[in-house]
């Protein structure tokens, strides 16, 4: 192009520039341009930060609620270990037979229960589920009580430090001392077997 084209060009933009309808409508293609081009790059730009953001809300919800699981699963993991630790002490050793003796006798004196005759019996059971760690041991006891004491006796044994299964219980009249009864109690304690 020559100078005398841009010149005329020139002119005939500035002319166009003074008419409003063609001011407006370069304004309009200005417009539409950046709306077509950089507004829409800037609002794609926008919808993908959005999008992004909503997912890692979305990830910081699941993993607090994943981290509030697993504290109440360690919690949860805690009382287990501790009640288990309760229940292994409820179980007595090899040596123990004669202080759970001794045990049953001081429950009988204090449920006011007289004593004939208490002693081990056949300790070959295996324990639950045939664990070889652990043993059923028998013990056979004989006294004389009314059935007030008997009830204490029972629930004294039942909530001694140590597992006290009922295999057998017989209660029978006694005619020389009618209130009283002759009783025939078979126990079960569990022990380890090492």
Not at 59 to 64: E, F, G, L
Not at 88 to 113: R, T
Not at 164 to 183: C, I, M, S, T, Y
Request: proline residues 4%; charged residues 25%; positive net charge.
């Amino acid at each position: 192009m020559t100078s005398m084209d841009m010149k005329t060009l020139k002119t005939q933009a500035l002319a166009l520039l003074e008419r409003p309808q063609a001011f407006l409508m370069i304004v309009g293609v200005v417009l539409l341009l950046d709306a077509a081009f950089i507004v829409r790059w800037q609002v794609v730009s926008l919808g993908r930060m959005f999008k992004e953001a909503h997912k890692l809300k979305g990830d910081i919800v699941a993993t607090y609620g994943e981290s509030k699981e697993t504290e109440g699963q360690k919690k949860q993991l805690k009382d287990y270990l501790t009640q288990r630790e309760q229940l292994n002490n409820m179980i007595i050793g090899p040596q123990d037979l004669p202080k759970v003796l001794e045990s049953i006798s001081k429950f009988a004196d204090i449920a006011s229960v007289r004593l004939l005759r208490i002693q081990p019996v056949d300790p070959g059971r295996p324990g639950a589920g045939g664990s070889d760690k652990f043993a059923r041991q028998g013990i056979s006891i004989t006294a004389k009580s009314g059935y007030h004491q008997l009830g204490r006796f029972v629930g004294l044994l039942e909530s001694a430090p140590v597992f006290v299964d009922f295999k057998n219980l017989e209660v029978k009249g006694d005619q020389a001392e009618p209130e009283r009864q002759h009783l025939t109690i078979l126990l079960e304690v569990f022990r380890h077997t090492d």
